[in-house]
């Protein structure tokens, strides 16, 4: 019996004792640290197409291409010359393309193409045929284009001249989700001499009203001359 007594006093002593806490308190680190992060990502496109167009083309040209548009001595013949309005005018245009090789592809599904385009001019060396490859070409191949215009009276003019060694387009315009990829793979070689002019001469306007407020110029000359082109356009969803 005493000793439950006891017990039960000392418990409230301890209770009523004031509580301990920390007067110091002191920490050291020492850390060394060395971190590795590895992130990959994997992208994974799971499409159904409604349909593929699949084009592998190859196209080997060896030579030499010149084209040549020329007009010249072009008169408005109008009884009264007094009081022309721009509708009364001639619309003169000439135009000069040279093209080694070309290639266009549409498509409204997916597409894919292989596309291998080689230009070049000949080897002066063999008696034989060409081979159809660079492999034994000496000379380069000559793309010339030439579009003269001159003389020409009261009427406007648009004189262009290309010449282009490689030309390829694709054009795809998807009509669904599932059809709105494209995979391609094009390579294009030349060994040539491009050139192109564009001639505008002796044009004369004789009383003719408006000129001067004129959206587009009454005499364009445009010449355009390329080694490889690629051109490639992805329409959305229509």
């Known amino acids: 019996m005493k000793m439950r007594k006891i017990a039960v006093s000392a418990i409230a002593i301890c209770a ?26 994997v992208s994974e496109v799971v499409v159904a197409p409604t349909g593929l167009e699949q084009v592998e083309s190859e196209q080997i040209t060896l030579g030499d291409f010149a084209a040549t548009s020329t007009s010249n001595l072009i008169t408005n013949d109008i009884v009264s010359l007094s009081g022309l309005t721009l ?44 081979t159809g490859t660079l492999a034994d070409v000496s000379l380069p191949g000559t793309l010339a284009a030439s579009s003269i ?41 030349a060994y040539a001499v491009a050139t192109a002019s564009s001639l505008v001469d002796g044009v004369v306007f004789t009383d003719v009203a408006g000129l001067g407020t004129l959206v587009d110029a009454a005499v364009s000359s445009v010449s355009t001359s390329l080694g490889n082109n690629l051109g490639v356009t ?4 229509n």
């Open 149 to 189: 215009t001159t003389g020409i009276i009261n009427g406007t003019v648009d004189s262009t001249a290309t010449a282009i060694a490689n030309n390829m387009t694709a054009d795809l315009v998807t009509t669904s989700g599932t059809d709105a990829f494209l995979l391609g793979n094009n390579i294009q070689t």
């Open 87 to 130: 509708d009364d005018v001639l619309a003169i245009e000439t135009t000069a393309t040279a093209l080694g090789n070309s290639a266009a592809l549409e498509s409204d599904v997916s597409m894919q193409f292989d596309m291998n385009q080689t230009f070049g001019g000949v080897d002066v060396t063999l008696g034989t045929g060409l």
């Open 234 to 237: 992805i329409d959305g969803i």
């Open 16 to 41: 009523a004792a004031p509580a301990m806490a920390f007067d110091t308190v002191t920490w050291n680190w020492d850390a060394d640290v060395v971190s590795s992060v590895i992130t990959s990502a």
